[in-house]
C-alpha cells in the first residue's frame, strides 16, 4: 500500500478517535437498563402470581374445612342417632321383659316360701304309721331347692340382683316401709328385716323391697 494512503487512513482515523473523546459520555449501557426492567418486571408478575395463588390455596382450604366440620357434625349426629335407636329398642325390650321377669321372681318368692313351710312341718300320723314319704320330704325340698337357685341364675344372668338391705341405712330409692321395731342395737332407722327382697336390673330397680326399720324409744315392739 502507498505510504501516502496509509498517512491518510492514520490521520482520518486519529481524528475519529479524537472526536469520540469529544461526545458526552452515556450514563448507562441501555441494554443493562432493559435487562433490569425485565427482571423487575418479572419478580412483580412471580410477586402477583404468588399471591393469587396463595388467595386460591386459602379459598380451597376454607372450602375442604367447611366440608371436613360438615362431614364432623354428620357423623356426631349419625351416632347420636344410632344411639338413641339403640337406647329405643333397649327400653322397648326392657319393657316387655319386665312383666315377665316379675313373674319368675314371683314365683321364686312361692318356691322359697314353699321352703320355709316345709321346713317346720312335721310329719303327720298318716306319714308316721305308715312310713310313706311326706310332700314335705327331703328329696323334695331339695327338688324345691334346685329350681329356686335355677330361678336365680336364669335373673342373675339377665342382670337381676337382690337387694341386700338388712343392716343398712333405709333408703327410700330401694325400699318402702312396712314396719317399724324397737331395736337400741342399731341407729334408727336402719333396716332390721326384709319382708319382701327387692331386686336390681343392672343397677335399676325391678322391684322395690317391703323392710321393716328401727325405731329408737319403742319398747312396744309395735310392727305396721
Do not use: H
Request: net charge negative; glycine share 8%.
Amino acid at each position: 500500500m502507498d505510504d501516502d494512503i496509509k498517512q491518510a487512513l492514520l490521520s482520518r482515523f486519529s481524528d475519529y478517535l479524537d472526536a469520540a473523546d469529544d461526545e458526552p459520555e452515556l450514563p448507562d449501557d441501555p441494554g443493562e437498563g432493559t435487562d433490569l426492567y425485565s427482571v423487575f418486571v418479572e419478580v412483580a408478575g412471580l410477586r402477583s402470581e404468588v399471591r393469587t395463588e396463595s388467595r386460591l390455596v386459602k379459598d380451597a382450604l376454607d372450602q375442604f374445612r367447611d366440608v371436613f366440620d360438615l362431614l364432623r357434625t354428620s357423623q356426631a349426629a349419625v351416632q347420636q342417632e344410632q344411639d338413641r335407636a339403640r337406647s329405643e329398642s333397649r327400653d322397648r325390650e326392657r319393657a316387655a321383659l319386665r312383666p315377665l321377669l316379675l313373674d319368675v321372681i314371683d314365683l321364686r318368692d312361692r318356691l322359697g316360701t314353699a321352703l320355709k313351710l316345709v321346713a317346720v312341718t312335721r310329719p303327720g300320723w298318716f306319714e308316721r304309721r305308715f312310713r310313706r314319704t311326706a310332700p314335705g320330704g327331703a328329696e323334695w325340698q331339695e327338688g324345691l331347692r334346685m329350681i329356686v337357685r335355677r330361678l336365680d341364675q336364669v335373673l342373675l344372668d339377665r342382670g337381676i340382683v337382690a337387694t341386700q338391705l338388712t343392716g343398712g341405712p333405709f333408703d327410700p330409692g330401694l325400699a318402702r316401709v312396712v314396719g317399724t321395731a324397737p331395736d337400741s342395737s342399731v341407729a334408727e332407722g336402719t333396716v332390721i328385716e326384709e319382708v319382701r327382697t327387692g331386686f336390681l336390673w343392672d343397677g335399676q330397680v325391678l322391684r322395690t323391697a317391703e323392710v321393716i326399720v328401727s325405731k329408737g324409744g319403742n319398747d312396744s315392739g309395735e310392727r305396721v
